[in-house]
Every structure is written in structure tokens, then in C-alpha cells.
């Protein structure tokens, strides 16, 4: 199965420090998403990461992709009590069309 | 934009009963997507259709579970019948086509328990 695991499966952290998430997957890749759910909602799209790209930035997120390792980490910097949800990594495969395969999940909690 | 959307937003019905989630994508998305989320599996690809044509129903548990896009701005899901281990969240979600995989835009899912 290509289903990614993020690592942790929980964090909880205080707000304004930084909290970091991976994630691996098993197989090649065209693009890693990560997408964010908060309780009781659909998901959202965060940021898009190609496989021949190895950092990407968008406001307080940072994405790093290692496709050697098969592996990639968000980091969301000064993080805020809104901030609070899971994230999951999304991978697609070549070949595989437009489907995409999610990861299990880092559930976020940001205290005040 | 309105983005996805899916009803109901909860289904509480009784093991044997049918079920239908309905779900309209964003209008120009030409890609949909059906995925269940439990505690145990995770998130699930049931079905996706490009263009109103399923592509890959790999994922359709079994044949108790139907899918189907009869035009571009309408999508169903059909449990007949339905178990309690069907109890789950699903998602639709839809996209534009890429070839390659680009954002998803998910609806607020339909929370189904089955008694």
C-alpha cells in the first residue's frame, strides 16, 4: 500500500513554538500534498510539493521532501491555539492518475 | 464559490436500509471523488470518476456499495444494505483534471452510523 504514516500521531505544544510532522511513503511518487481537518470538517489543501522539488514555503508552513528517504516534514512555525487539527500528507503515485493516497494522520493540539 | 457540497450531513438508519449520499462538485471540477474515514482505516479512496466516468472503483468495499456521476454537477453513493460496520464518515471531494494529482477540494462529509 502507498498509505503514508506521519509521525507523530499526536503532539501537543505550546503556542508560538514551532511544531514539526512527518510523514513516509512507501513508493515513487509524482507530488506530496498536506492537507489539514479540523474536528467535525472536510479537509483542506495546504501546499503542493513536486518530486523534483526538495522545500517549499507558504507563510508559517515549510514543507521538505526527501525522496530518497521517501519521506517529508511540515513545520509550522509561531504556531497559533487555531492551528489545532490533524494534518495528513497525501502522496500520488506515476501512473496512478489523479488519485491521491493519504497518510494516517498527526493530530495537532496547540494550548494557549 | 459554494465549494462541494454533500448531504445529508447525517444519516442515522437501521442495519438493512438503503442509504444515498449525494454530493455536487465545484462547478468546472471535471474529477470526483468518494473516501470514507474511520478511526480504524483511516481515509479511504472508495471511487473516483473524470469526466462522469468511473476510473477506479478498486477501492468499493463490496457489492453493497454503488457509485454514480449521471452528470458533470451531480455524484451519489449507495449502501444497500447497509451494515454497522458502514458506519464512517464520507467525503466527497472534487478536482480539476491533470493528469496528475492536484489539490482536492473536500466537502463537509456525511457522518452515516448504522444501527
Known amino acids: 500500500s502507498q498509505q503514508g504514516e506521519e509521525d507523530p500521531q499526536a503532539l501537543s505544544i505550546q503556542e508560538g513554538e514551532n511544531a514539526t510532522m512527518n510523514c513516509s511513503y512507501k513508493?515513487?511518487?509524482?507530488?506530496l500534498q498536506w492537507y489539514r481537518q479540523n474536528s467535525g470538517r472536510g479537509l483542506v489543501h495546504l501546499i503542493l510539493?513536486?518530486?523534483?522539488?526538495r522545500e517549499k514555503h507558504s507563510g508559517r508552513l515549510r514543507v521538505t521532501l526527501d525522496t530518497s528517504k521517501k519521506s517529508s516534514s511540515l513545520l509550522i512555525t509561531a504556531s497559533r491555539a487555531a492551528d489545532t487539527a490533524s494534518y495528513f500528507c497525501?502522496?500520488?503515485?506515476?501512473?496512478?492518475?489523479?488519485?491521491?493516497?493519504f497518510g494516517t494522520g498527526t493530530q495537532l493540539k496547540v494550548e494557549l | 464559490d459554494a465549494g462541494v457540497i454533500q448531504s445529508p450531513r447525517h444519516e442515522v438508519t437501521e442495519m438493512g436500509q438503503e442509504v444515498t449520499l449525494r454530493c455536487k462538485p465545484i462547478?468546472?471540477?471535471?474529477?470526483l471523488f468518494w473516501y470514507r474515514q474511520t478511526m480504524m482505516r483511516g481515509l479511504e479512496l472508495l471511487i473516483y470518476?473524470?469526466?462522469?466516468?468511473?476510473?477506479?472503483d478498486s477501492g468499493m468495499p463490496e457489492d453493497r456499495f454503488s457509485a454514480k456521476m449521471p452528470n458533470a454537477s451531480f455524484s451519489t453513493l449507495k449502501i444497500q444494505p447497509s451494515e454497522p460496520r458502514d458506519s464512517a464518515v464520507y467525503f466527497c471531494?472534487?478536482?480539476?483534471?491533470?493528469?496528475?494529482?492536484?489539490?482536492?477540494?473536500f466537502g463537509e462529509g456525511s457522518r452515516l452510523t448504522v444501527l
Open positions: 470518476f473524470n469526466n462522469n466516468v468511473p476510473i477506479d
Open positions: 510539493i513536486r518530486s523534483n522539488e
Open positions: 471531494a472534487s478536482s480539476f483534471p491533470s493528469g496528475r494529482a492536484g489539490e482536492l477540494f
Open positions: 497525501a502522496t500520488d503515485a506515476p501512473g496512478g492518475g489523479n488519485k491521491l493516497t
Open positions: 462547478s468546472g471540477h471535471n474529477s
Open positions: 513508493t515513487s511518487i509524482n507530488n
